[in-house]
């Protein structure tokens, strides 16, 4: 590899985080929660460095009272965590492979790997506690 090569690499590379691409890329990183299936979750949980899954279902209550709090943090924390919404009820394979017993369950997922889960509807600010030991 000459010399030209090796600038011409380094250049395109400069310009690609720059501009935010690559898969990690700031600007690839969705600012909304993504609802997930059993067929595309372990593709999306390994695609970003940090993410937060909510397990949940339609006819749960405290599921659906802290849905805005998760959609706020999707919004403020794009390109540092994604935020995954599993519907427990028409995705039952991964919640049992995950042994999900009580929803809402967040699970936090770093390098694909679960690391850490919140059981229950909590205040915002637990969320962002949990979250910060994993940036």
């Not at 059993?38 to 937060?52: A, I, K, N, P, T």
């Not at 943090?73 to 519907?87: D, I, S, T």
């Amino acid at each position: 590899m000459d010399e030209n090569e090796l600038e011409r690499i380094k250049m395109r590379k400069m310009m690609e985080l720059l501009s935010g691409g690559g898969e990690k890329g700031m600007s690839n990183w969705p600012s909304e929660p993504v609802e997930v299936t059993d067929l595309d979750f372990d593709e999306q949980v390994r695609r970003y460095s940090l993410v937060v899954v909510d397990f949940w279902a339609e006819w749960c209550a405290p599921c659906r009272a802290i849905a805005p709090i998760i959609k706020q943090l999707a919004h403020e924390y794009a390109g540092k965590a994604v935020f995954l919404k599993l519907n427990v009820d028409e995705n039952p394979r991964t919640a049992a492979r995950f042994g999900i017993m009580s929803i809402p369950t967040l699970m936090i997922f770093k390098g694909g790997k679960p690391v850490d889960a919140i059981i229950g509807a909590v205040p915002k600010k637990v969320i962002e506690s949990k979250l910060a030991q994993y940036m």
